[in-house]
Nanobody
Protein backbone atom coordinates (compact mmCIF):
# COMPACT_ATOMS: atom_id res chain seq x y z
CA UNK A 1 0.00 0.00 0.00
CA UNK A 2 2.87 2.36 0.81
CA UNK A 3 6.49 1.87 -0.19
CA UNK A 4 9.16 4.12 1.21
CA UNK A 5 12.54 4.75 -0.39
CA UNK A 6 15.21 6.75 1.40
CA UNK A 7 18.16 8.48 -0.22
CA UNK A 8 20.80 11.05 0.57
CA UNK A 9 22.94 9.17 3.04
CA UNK A 10 26.69 9.00 2.77
CA UNK A 11 30.00 9.66 4.44
CA UNK A 12 30.88 13.13 5.67
CA UNK A 13 33.36 14.71 8.01
CA UNK A 14 32.33 16.11 11.34
CA UNK A 15 30.75 19.52 10.93
CA UNK A 16 29.33 18.64 7.53
CA UNK A 17 25.75 18.48 6.36
CA UNK A 18 23.49 16.01 4.64
CA UNK A 19 19.93 16.09 3.39
CA UNK A 20 17.97 12.87 3.50
CA UNK A 21 14.87 12.28 1.40
CA UNK A 22 12.13 9.69 1.68
CA UNK A 23 9.72 9.23 -1.19
CA UNK A 24 6.47 7.42 -0.52
CA UNK A 25 4.85 5.46 -3.33
CA UNK A 26 1.20 5.12 -2.41
CA UNK A 27 -1.33 2.70 -3.80
CA UNK A 28 -4.16 4.59 -5.46
CA UNK A 29 -6.96 5.19 -3.00
CA UNK A 30 -4.91 4.69 0.14
CA UNK A 31 -5.59 7.56 2.58
CA UNK A 32 -2.00 8.71 2.90
CA UNK A 33 -2.49 12.46 3.39
CA UNK A 34 -3.32 12.20 7.11
CA UNK A 35 -0.41 9.86 7.76
CA UNK A 36 2.37 10.94 10.07
CA UNK A 37 5.82 10.44 8.56
CA UNK A 38 8.95 10.12 10.61
CA UNK A 39 12.68 9.61 10.66
CA UNK A 40 14.30 7.09 12.96
CA UNK A 41 17.93 6.12 13.35
CA UNK A 42 19.83 3.19 14.74
CA UNK A 43 23.47 3.76 15.66
CA UNK A 44 25.79 0.74 15.60
CA UNK A 45 25.06 -1.52 18.55
CA UNK A 46 22.29 0.70 19.88
CA UNK A 47 18.52 0.75 19.81
CA UNK A 48 16.32 2.46 17.29
CA UNK A 49 15.48 6.05 18.26
CA UNK A 50 13.13 8.61 16.83
CA UNK A 51 14.68 11.64 15.15
CA UNK A 52 11.61 13.61 14.12
CA UNK A 53 8.08 13.27 12.82
CA UNK A 54 5.66 15.36 10.79
CA UNK A 55 1.91 14.85 10.89
CA UNK A 56 -0.32 15.18 7.87
CA UNK A 57 -1.18 18.65 9.13
CA UNK A 58 2.46 19.63 9.33
CA UNK A 59 2.97 19.41 13.08
CA UNK A 60 6.59 18.58 13.84
CA UNK A 61 7.91 16.70 16.82
CA UNK A 62 11.59 16.08 17.46
CA UNK A 63 13.22 13.36 19.48
CA UNK A 64 15.30 14.16 22.53
CA UNK A 65 18.27 16.39 21.62
CA UNK A 66 17.41 16.27 17.90
CA UNK A 67 16.02 19.74 17.37
CA UNK A 68 18.55 22.42 16.56
CA UNK A 69 20.94 20.62 14.26
CA UNK A 70 18.24 18.61 12.49
CA UNK A 71 15.26 19.99 10.61
CA UNK A 72 12.42 17.86 9.28
CA UNK A 73 10.09 18.92 6.51
CA UNK A 74 7.47 17.40 4.29
CA UNK A 75 6.19 18.04 0.78
CA UNK A 76 2.71 16.57 0.57
CA UNK A 77 2.48 17.26 -3.15
CA UNK A 78 5.41 14.91 -3.69
CA UNK A 79 4.71 12.51 -0.79
CA UNK A 80 8.27 13.22 0.30
CA UNK A 81 9.81 13.63 3.72
CA UNK A 82 13.13 15.40 4.22
CA UNK A 83 15.69 15.59 7.00
CA UNK A 84 18.25 18.37 6.89
CA UNK A 85 21.19 17.51 9.12
CA UNK A 86 23.80 20.12 9.97
CA UNK A 87 26.91 20.25 12.16
CA UNK A 88 27.08 16.49 12.01
CA UNK A 89 28.98 14.64 14.71
CA UNK A 90 30.50 11.15 14.77
CA UNK A 91 27.74 10.09 17.16
CA UNK A 92 25.20 10.82 14.41
CA UNK A 93 26.58 7.82 12.55
CA UNK A 94 23.64 5.47 12.09
CA UNK A 95 21.27 3.83 9.68
CA UNK A 96 18.46 6.29 9.13
CA UNK A 97 14.99 4.94 8.44
CA UNK A 98 11.85 6.56 7.13
CA UNK A 99 8.49 5.45 8.51
CA UNK A 100 4.92 6.33 7.62
CA UNK A 101 1.41 6.03 9.02
CA UNK A 102 1.70 5.84 12.78
CA UNK A 103 -0.50 3.28 14.46
CA UNK A 104 -3.27 5.07 16.33
CA UNK A 105 -2.71 5.24 20.05
CA UNK A 106 1.02 4.65 19.81
CA UNK A 107 3.94 6.99 19.86
CA UNK A 108 6.54 5.31 17.71
CA UNK A 109 4.84 2.39 15.97
CA UNK A 110 4.40 2.73 12.24
CA UNK A 111 2.84 0.56 9.59
CA UNK A 112 5.36 1.19 6.84
CA UNK A 113 9.15 1.37 6.88
CA UNK A 114 11.88 2.03 4.34
CA UNK A 115 15.06 0.03 3.93
CA UNK A 116 17.23 2.74 5.42
CA UNK A 117 20.10 4.93 4.29
CA UNK A 118 23.49 4.89 6.00
CA UNK A 119 25.03 8.05 7.41
CA UNK A 120 28.65 7.89 8.50
CA UNK A 121 30.34 10.87 10.14
CA UNK A 122 34.10 10.76 10.58
CA UNK A 123 36.06 12.86 13.03
Amino acid sequence: QVQLVESGGGSVQAGGSLRLSCVASVTSGYPFDPCTMAWFRQPPGKELEVVASVSGDGDKVYGDSMEGRFAVSRDNTRNTLYLEMNSLRPEDTAMYYCAACRVLGTRDTYYFWGQGTQVTVSS
